[in-house]
C-alpha cells in the first residue's frame, strides 16, 4: 500500500462546478499536510497547507480527518485555469523529518 | 528573486554516459532537495541536503551523487546513466521543513 494515495482522475467538469479530491495516508504519525498544484510540464506549487480545523482561501477549501487518516480538497465555481493536476503532501516529524508526495489527481475545467 | 533555477531544461544522454544536473537557489535556504517524477507516480526523493555540508539518502538513491556546493549550490551527478533514469528530475529547497520551492525541472532521456 502506497503511504499516501489519490484517485487520479482525471476528474472533467464544466465550468462552474464544484468538484472534490481526497487523498487518504497510511502514517497515523504524520503531522503537516499540503495541497500542491502542478500544471502541464510545470514545477509544483504550494497551493495551500491544511489545518486540523480546516481552512479556506478563496474558493479552495482543505480539510482534515485524522481519526479516517484522509485531506480532501473542494474547489467551488470551477475556472479554465483550475485545470491542473493536485498533489496531496504529507510529512511525517517523527524519526526525522519525511515528505511524502501523492501521485496527483488530473483536473480538467471545461468551457 | 529567480527562486530556484535548474540547468539544464532538457538532455539526452547515452547508456552509460555521465552528467551532473546543476541546481541553485536564493531564497537563502538551508534544506534543499533531488526528487524524480515519472508517470504515475510521485515525486520520489533522491537525495536531501538539511544544511550546508550535509547531504542524506532518500528514496531512490541508487544511480546517483550529490554535492552541496554551498549554501545555494546542490547538484546531482549521474555517473553511468541508465535507461531506468529517464525521467524529469526536480530541485527543490525549504528553510528547515517548511513549504519546498521547486525549480523548473530537468527533463532526462536515456537511450
Known amino acids: 500500500r502506497k503511504e499516501v494515495e489519490q484517485d487520479p482522475g482525471p476528474f472533467n467538469v464544466p465550468e462552474g462546478a464544484t468538484v472534490a479530491f481526497n487523498c487518504t495516508y497510511s502514517?497515523?504519525?504524520?503531522?503537516?499536510f499540503f495541497w500542491y498544484r502542478q500544471d502541464c510540464r510545470k514545477e509544483p506549487k504550494l497551493l495551500m497547507s491544511?489545518?486540523?480545523s480546516g481552512n479556506e482561501d478563496g474558493r479552495f477549501t482543505a480539510q482534515l480527518n485524522r481519526a479516517s487518516q484522509y485531506i480532501s480538497l473542494l474547489i467551488r465555481d470551477s475556472k479554465l485555469s483550475d485545470s491542473a493536476t493536485y498533489l496531496c503532501?504529507?510529512?511525517?516529524?517523527?524519526?526525522?523529518?519525511?515528505?511524502?508526495f501523492g501521485a496527483g489527481t488530473r483536473l480538467f475545467v471545461k468551457a | 528573486n529567480a527562486g530556484v533555477t535548474q540547468t539544464p531544461k532538457f538532455q539526452v544522454l547515452k547508456t552509460g554516459q555521465s552528467m551532473t544536473l546543476q541546481c541553485a537557489q536564493d531564497?537563502?535556504?538551508?534544506?534543499m532537495y533531488w526528487y524524480r517524477q515519472d508517470p504515475g507516480m510521485g515525486l520520489r526523493l533522491i537525495y536531501y541536503?538539511?544544511?550546508?555540508?550535509?547531504?542524506d539518502k532518500g528514496e531512490v538513491p541508487n544511480g546517483y551523487n550529490v554535492s552541496r556546493l554551498n549554501k545555494r549550490e546542490f547538484s546531482l551527478r549521474l555517473e553511468s546513466a541508465a535507461p531506468s533514469q529517464t525521467s524529469v528530475y526536480f530541485c527543490?529547497?525549504?528553510?528547515?521543513?517548511?513549504?519546498?520551492?521547486f525549480g523548473p525541472g530537468t527533463r532526462l532521456l536515456v537511450l
Open positions: 541536503s538539511a544544511s550546508e555540508g550535509t547531504t
Open positions: 527543490a529547497s525549504s528553510t528547515v521543513q517548511e513549504t519546498q520551492y
Open positions: 491544511v489545518y486540523s
Open positions: 503532501v504529507v510529512r511525517s516529524h517523527t524519526g526525522g523529518f519525511k515528505t511524502i
Open positions: 531564497m537563502n535556504h538551508n534544506s
Open positions: 502514517n497515523s504519525a504524520s503531522q503537516s
